[in-house]
């Protein structure tokens, strides 16, 4: 099974993205979205969350909120919650992404008990991580994905569904993917860390960082790349759809 998410951040308003589900499950592309061998995920804006469970709720495409808070309900303004997602219908909520990281200073640890919360409520947690260009530069690529990894699942159930996505930053809406061999090497590194803190070998590890349906398919069939996480080519159907035909 591979993995497709799309990571909208915040682009498209309530109204655009009722287009986008409705063009995206139209007549045309329903024998992809079921295939059996993948799967679809679109992780809207928070005010497009409703309309991803009015129009998404009866699909085979799963769907869920960018972050989320560690408690699902109280004095937390601003903040996501979890169990509202739960509520509406969603699946799955992306955390750790990067941004959260750099732009509002989220830690490992915080990101850990977010993982926690959110697969306490039965969703499924997809953890974010990767490494800086200065890091990568500096020889530490593997020492701070390990950490990332480490610290961030320290409150996973390892009984319960957990989806990863590696993402190097320096990767991230640049346009500069990571070569074949970068890929690879991380992937491999990424399984091994996993079994070493005893997850299942089936754990899915999703590739992210400027993925377009050019570079897809040479991409998907590194081994240990069970899927993407997908930013701009995202963002249309058509690129999408060709990304997770590739
Ligand atoms: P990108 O974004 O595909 O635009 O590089 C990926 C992401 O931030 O998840």
């Not at 295939?35 to 804006?45: A, G, N, V």
């Not at 890929?183 to 091994?192: D, G, L, M, S, T």
Request: glycine share 10%; charged share 20%; hydrophobic share 40%.
């Amino acid at each position: 099974m591979k993995i497709f998410a799309a990571n909208w951040k915040l682009q498209k308003s309530p109204k655009e993205a009722r287009e986008f589900f409705t063009e995206l499950l139209g007549g045309a592309n329903r024998p992809i979205l079921s295939k059996k061998d993948r799967r679809l995920i679109i992780f809207p804006s928070s005010p497009c969350l409703e309309a991803a469970s009015d129009l998404l709720g009866a699909s085979p495409v799963w769907w869920g909120a960018q972050n989320c808070y560690s408690e699902g309900k109280g004095a937390f303004t601003g903040e996501i919650s979890a169990q509202i997602v739960k509520d509406l219908g969603g699946q799955v909520i992306l955390l750790g992404h990067s941004e959260r990281r750099v732009l509002f200073n989220e830690g490992n640890e915080f990101i850990a008990k977010k993982v926690g919360y959110v697969q306490s409520l039965g969703l499924i947690p997809m953890l974010c991580f990767g490494e800086t260009l200065s890091e990568r530069e500096g020889g530490k690529t593997f020492s701070v994905i390990g950490s990332q990894l480490k610290e961030g699942l320290k409150l996973a159930d390892r009984s319960k569904q957990i989806l990863l996505a590696y993402e190097p930053v320096w990767a991230i809406g640049t346009g500069k993917v990571a070569s074949l061999e970068q890929v690879q090497e991380a992937h491999q590194q990424i399984y091994q860390i996993l079994s070493e803190l005893g997850f299942n070998s089936q754990v899915p590890i999703l590739y992210g960082g400027s993925v377009k349906p050019e570079n897809a398919k040479e991409l998907i069939s590194i081994p240990h790349v069970d899927g993407f996480l997908i930013g701009g080519a995202s963002l249309e159907t058509k690129s999408f759809l060709a990304i997770a035909d590739a």
